[in-house]
Structures are given as C-alpha cells and as structure tokens.
C-alpha cells in the first residue's frame, strides 16, 4: 500500500492518502488544506480518489474536502454527529482568524465498526467520541496502521475544551478501542509525529 502523510495549513492538520499500487485507488483522509498538494502527491502516485474521509470537523481536518470532491466526484464521509461543529464553521473560522470554507453534511456518515473500502484497501472506522461526538478513527488490519485524527497523539490526547468535547469520553474511547489494537500498530495522528499503540500505552502520560 501506498501511504503518504503530510501537514497542511497553518494548523498542521495530518493529510493522509492511502493508495493501493494495483487499482490505483485512494482514500484521502482530512483534507484540510492545500489541495494544490494534495493533487500533486496523488497524481505522482498515479491515483484516483474514491472517498474522502474526515475523522472529525473541525476546520483544519475539513476545510478542503467539498474542494477535492468537485475535483475528484469523491464521496465525503464523517460521522454527522459532528453536524453541531459544522452549523458553527463561521465560529470555528473566527477561532483561528481564518476563512470560513463551504462544509456541507456528509455524504455518508459511517457506523461504528463500518469498512470503507476501495479496491486493495480494508480500513474499519472506529468511532472514538470524547474529542468531538464524531470523532472516528480508521484502523487498516492488514497495514497494522491507525489513523488516529485528534483523538491520540504521540505523548498527547485530543483537547476536550472545545464544544463536543468531553474528558472521560476520550480517555474511555482510547482505552476501549485504542490500546486493544495490536502493540506493534502504527499510530498517525492527526497533529505531529507518528508513535505506536506500545509506545502510548507504555509512556501517554494522559493513559494510566
Ligand atoms: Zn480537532
């Protein structure tokens, strides 16, 4: 499989694409900024999008994706339990004195435990409320790979200040879905560095 996981915007928002090196196709996970970018790591790869997956709205994670769907006819995917953060984009711009983008309610808002799959890929969604209500996550079995959006990160957990966000919710999701996952897992999170289930479990200082 074909990965590339880079920062975009002035967050740093972790824009991952997943591609397979037979089909050619791709997932594009939290396209927040620089399409520009985006499409040319795609088409150095060769590889045409068919979901667009946003681990959670927040607007560094979703600025782009209406973007890259009139570009790609891509599908958009999140868990409309974050629609509250999306009537709010406008507060949300105002936040990080940014520019309110275009976000519309997903196309398909995926289920706990859901697959979402293109051809010679297999990633299963993992809903891990705490960050924000929608947050997700997407586990790649075969990979041993996690994207992890803002829910873990290398020594961190996601902020829970924000409307939808709740401590105890995050600290249970990671700990229910998150540490099970094989020790050897990689773990790119949505901000910073990748780490590994072992590493966190062993080090989080958040993870007792
Ligand atoms: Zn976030």
Request: charged share 20%; glycine share 8%; net charge negative.
């Amino acid at each position: 499989m074909i990965r590339e996981t880079f920062p975009v915007g002035l967050l740093g928002c972790n824009t991952t694409i997943l591609g397979d090196e037979t089909s050619r196709e791709a997932i594009v996970v939290d396209p927040g900024y620089e399409i520009p970018r985006i499409l040319a790591a795609l088409a150095r790869h060769q590889l045409t999008v068919k979901q667009i997956v946003i681990t959670h709205a927040h607007i560094d994670h979703i600025a782009s994706a209406q973007t890259l769907k009139q570009i790609t006819g891509a599908p958009i995917l999140y868990n409309k339990a974050d629609l509250p953060l999306v009537a709010i984009m406008d507060t949300q711009a105002a936040w990080f004195g940014l520019e309110a983008p275009t976000v519309l309610p997903p196309d398909h808002s995926p289920a706990d435990s859901e697959r979402i799959t293109v051809k010679g890929i297999d990633a299963e969604v993992l809903h891990t409320p705490g960050h924000t209500q929608g947050s997700l996550c997407l586990y790649l079995p075969a990979e041993k790979l996690l994207l992890a959006g803002d829910t873990l990160f290398a020594g961190g957990i996601g902020r829970t200040d924000l409307p939808g966000g709740n401590d105890a919710q995050i600290i249970a999701s990671i700990e229910d879905r998150l540490l099970p996952l094989p020790a050897e897992t990689i773990v790119v999170p949505g901000h910073g560095p990748d780490t590994t289930i072992a590493r966190e479990a062993a080090t989080n200082p958040f993870l007792t």
